[in-house]
């Protein structure tokens, strides 16, 4: 008896430990008005550039329309430019490892 109960435990924690990383792990996004903007000039408003900080993920707007500097490295990292800011980043993720300028 004791066991079967031991086993629902461990069952329950896995699983809430599965749903609170889904929660965090979610992809931001901009919001239309402002993905329409980065769509027409290519440039974010000055709130959105100071939320550019490492171990933030990109949007995927964003580094669409960001100008790659260096091609992707073996490491997975490559180095875009974004409104005169340059930034090393995770391809596959879109997380900032480093902002240089």
Do not use: H
């Not at 004791?2 to 629902?8: D, G, L, P, Y």
């Not at 430019?81 to 879109?94: F, K, N, P, S, Y």
Request: glycine share 6%; net charge positive; aromatic share 2%.
């Amino acid at each position: 008896m004791k066991t079967e109960i031991v086993k629902v435990l461990v069952l329950a924690s896995a699983i809430s430990c599965t749903v609170s990383e889904a929660k965090t792990n979610k992809d931001k996004s901009l919001p239309p008005g402002l993905e329409k903007k980065v769509n027409r000039t290519g440039q974010l408003p000055p709130g959105w550039q100071k939320k550019l900080a490492v171990g933030e993920r990109l949007d995927t707007q964003v580094y669409k329309n960001a100008s790659i500097m260096d091609p992707v490295r073996n490491d997975g990292i490559v180095t875009v430019q974004i409104d005169g800011r340059v930034i090393r980043l995770i391809e596959a993720t879109r997380e900032i490892v480093e902002i240089l300028r």
